[in-house]
């Protein structure tokens, strides 16, 4: 099992998992070759090679757990970085702090197509996946111990893909990640100044000035922040304002699939297959607040959960890394204007 350290100079947690190191060479071999539908795990028809599913969608009535028929289909990481058993067991080590790796670890395959990525993918099948991730955030959030469901995606090698076939992960940790914590603090703060929601003020913002904008569909808006990290970076913003992306509904879904579909078609025609990650920022479990409960009392109104999508096109180097500053070459005022005049095709 893998353990979690606090560092109490940046004050945050790292996961120390040993195991990961030692991956069989199977997988590596699969990750360098990249492999060919004869030889992936997530292959329709290949579904004994992965640990047994947790969740599939689209499989029709009758079909066999564990068969093909699926077309998202959801299981136990094979290598994980947290596992669900176990007790949280936190403990000091003289004046550190520690706790076993307790979590969950999973791996969302896409699509049953083993195609290059989410641009490839029809609307109707990227709603199929984000209801994947709705519905195991819903399931993971019953569990206390959980405080926070991050569900992510990385494509490309330098983006930290090992598998070619259109995948994504949610790990859910029993400690609220410090990045999260800071985006909460910054949106209370924000609203117990304005009284609004520090998101729907932005989404005013960017919609007024429109120079920043990607796209837009009847519920999601997606842009370049103002103030971007990476080159092409971009937040994708439900119009309707809510904390919990738990609690997005089947229209919402439909048309999230829509919206993100379109972004990775624009990306794809501008930037070819460039590696990103794209990553889901959403309230922590409240059901799990401990410590906590208190900090966030205002969370319903003043969070808003959105998607950001991080083009990998530079590498963090020893200035980023020392100061979390960052230098962008691209203004995200030029990035969108690129990517909304970029002519692509609907699959
Ligand atoms: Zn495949
Ligand atoms: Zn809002």
Redesign the pocket.
């Known amino acids: 099992m893998s353990q979690l350290r606090y560092d109490p100079i940046q004050g945050r947690w790292v996961i120390i998992a040993a195991d990961r190191s030692r991956r069989p060479r199977d997988l590596q071999v699969t990750a360098s070759s990249s492999g060919g539908p004869l030889y992936c795990p997530f292959c329709p028809g290949h579904e004994s090679r992965t640990p047994p599913e947790i969740l599939a969608l689209g499989r029709p009535a009758g079909g066999r757990r564990d068969g093909p028929g699926w077309r998202v289909r959801v299981f136990p990481n094979k290598y994980p970085a947290l596992v669900v058993e176990g007790e949280l067991g936190r403990h000091g080590v003289g004046i550190y702090d520690a706790m076993h790796g307790i979590g969950a670890h999973e791996v969302i395959v896409d699509t049953d197509q083993h195609v290059l990525g989410l641009a490839e993918l029809p609307a109707a099948q990227v709603e199929l996946l984000m209801q994947a991730a709705a519905e195991r955030m819903r399931d993971l959030h019953r569990d206390r111990r959980l405080k926070y469901v991050q569900f992510f995606k990385n494509h490309g090698a330098i983006a930290g893909s090992t598998l070619t076939h259109p995948h994504s992960q949610i790990i859910a940790t029993p400690v609220i990640p410090r990045l999260v914590i800071a985006e909460l603090n910054q949106a209370r703060t924000h609203y117990q100044r304005k009284e609004r929601?520090l998101?729907?003020d932005v989404l005013q913002e960017e919609l007024e000035r429109g120079e920043r904008i990607v796209c837009e569909t009847g519920r999601f808006v997606a842009f370049a922040p103002w103030a971007s990290r990476f080159p092409f970076e971009i937040m994708i913003l439900p119009r309707r304002?809510g904390s919990d992306y738990g609690t997005v509904s089947a229209e919402d879904l439909a048309d999230l699939g829509a919206c993100l579909g379109e972004v990775a078609r624009r990306l794809r025609a501008v930037l070819l297959d460039a590696p990103f990650n794209l990553l889901l920022h959403t309230a922590p479990n409240a059901e799990a607040f401990g410590s906590e409960r208190g900090l966030w009392k205002t969370l319903l109104w003043d969070y808003?959960w959105h998607l950001e999508l991080l083009p990998r096109l530079t590498q963090v180097a020893g200035f980023e890394a020392g100061t979390d500053f960052y230098i962008n070459p691209v203004a995200p005022e030029e990035a969108a204007r690129f990517l909304r005049e970029a002519e692509v095709e609907r699959p």
């Open positions: 929601c998101f729907c304002h808003h």
